[in-house]
């Protein structure tokens, strides 16, 4: 039944029950009441409207009607203004940012079904249930999205910080007057800064990839193409290896088959796999044995194994990495891993597969990647 109907239907049932009410009362007051009253008059006892200007009977009849009236009104208004105030002083309560609907619930039901006195509107305070939640919602929906803001400048000034750092000092460096530097120190110097220069140049990609993914929430597009992932994965590791950053680090690429046709997007799935194995260089000091593995499981995925014997993820990052929530929301991780291992989970994702990390038994940290060979429809 709408609520315009039913309003009507209450609101003339409720009229009319007043007015019977009111004539009831009066009807019993001047039959059984008002006699008690009155004088008796040349033998008999005197009419209500023969004695109306007795006082007694005057005021008794003002104060019936007064009573009849307010009592009636009073029952009326359980049922038609006293849901109404609620619901005002509810809005009112929206109004100052406090969406707790546990009021709400506690007022209107009992034994979890709703009173009947505010059964009349009961569509009315569905849809402030309904808005309160929603408010509530978009309330803390603002304060992750402020602490993600803060937690997003923290990290970009932290991953900033220091590369920054190497380039001044070595700039510095040559730029030292009364001291004279050999080729092969310059050499040095000129590597350490081109590497970091190339590495800012990373992180400026990087910036831009999660501002779209984590603050836009917008959908990474796929430039798919067919490729072998067994020849890709070697150029790669070649390419991390042979750089300075990698040269002093020990790398091993395991394939459990000689060829892995895969149709993929091969830019993309670079930058995730070149984040985990520079991830495993940045985070983990010289000489750290960092290992590949590549197989094909049963469920016809692509599985890829980055492990390391480094100093590893702690529980909680890894139990947060695992997570379905968003991973740049804890400003400690953040600075730790910077912006790597979100855009490695959002590019996964976006091929349809998982990655999850698990702690080594003995040391380092283990990323496990299942891509399907074949994009889902």
């Not at 039959?31 to 200007?53: M, N, R």
């Not at 091969?266 to 197989?295: D, F, P, W, Y």
């Not at 890829?304 to 990495?321: C, K, M, Q, V, Y």
Request: net charge neutral; hydrophobic share 40%; glycine share 6%.
């Amino acid at each position: 039944m709408k609520l315009r109907l039913r309003f009507i239907l209450f609101f003339t049932g409720g009229l009319f029950l007043f007015l019977l009410y009111m004539g009831g009362l009066t009807s019993f007051v001047f039959e059984h009441v008002i006699p008690l009253f009155t004088k008796p008059d040349t033998g008999s006892q005197a009419l209500f409207l023969l004695t109306f200007t007795e006082k007694k009977e005057s005021l008794l009849y003002l104060f019936t009607f007064v009573f009849a009236f307010v009592s009636g009104g009073l029952i009326l208004s359980r049922y038609f203004v006293k849901p109404l105030l609620f619901i005002l002083s509810f809005v009112r309560q929206l109004s100052k940012g406090n969406y707790d609907t546990a009021i709400l619930c506690k007022v209107i039901f009992k034994r979890g079904k709703l009173k009947k006195r505010y059964f009349l509107y009961k569509e009315v305070l569905e849809d402030l249930s309904h808005l309160a939640e929603e408010l509530e919602s978009v309330k803390e929906e603002r304060k992750q999205l402020e602490n993600s803001k803060k937690n997003w400048i923290n990290g970009i000034s932290h991953d900033l910080k220091t590369p920054l750092s190497y380039i001044i000092g070595y700039s510095s460096l040559l730029k030292a007057e009364g001291y004279s530097w050999d080729k092969e120190e310059t050499d040095n110097f000129l590597d350490e800064i081109y590497n970091k220069g190339k590495y800012l140049e990373q992180l400026a990609d990087d910036i831009n990839l999660v501002y779209n993914l984590e603050g836009q929430q917008a959908e990474l597009p796929l430039r798919l193409e067919n490729f072998d992932l067994i020849p890709f994965l070697q150029g790669l590791v070649a390419e991390v290896m042979n750089a300075p950053t990698g040269a002093r680090y020990h790398f091993a690429l395991h394939t459990g088959v000689a060829s892995l046709p895969i149709y993929a997007d091969s830019k993309l799935l670079q930058r995730a796999i070149q984040n985990l194995l520079m991830n495993s260089i940045h985070h983990n000091t010289e000489g750290t044995s960092i290992e590949i593995k590549v197989l094909l499981s049963e469920d016809t995925h692509a599985v890829i194994e980055i492990s390391d014997n480094g100093a590893g993820l702690t529980p909680e990052t890894i139990e947060r990495f695992n997570g379905a929530e968003g991973f740049l929301n804890n400003s400690s991780v953040y600075k730790r891993k910077g912006l790597g291992l979100s855009i490695v989970k959002n590019i996964v994702k976006a091929h349809h597969g998982h990655i999850i990390a698990e702690k080594n038994p003995v040391a380092g940290t283990t990323f496990r990647i299942r891509i399907p060979i074949t994009p889902k429809s």
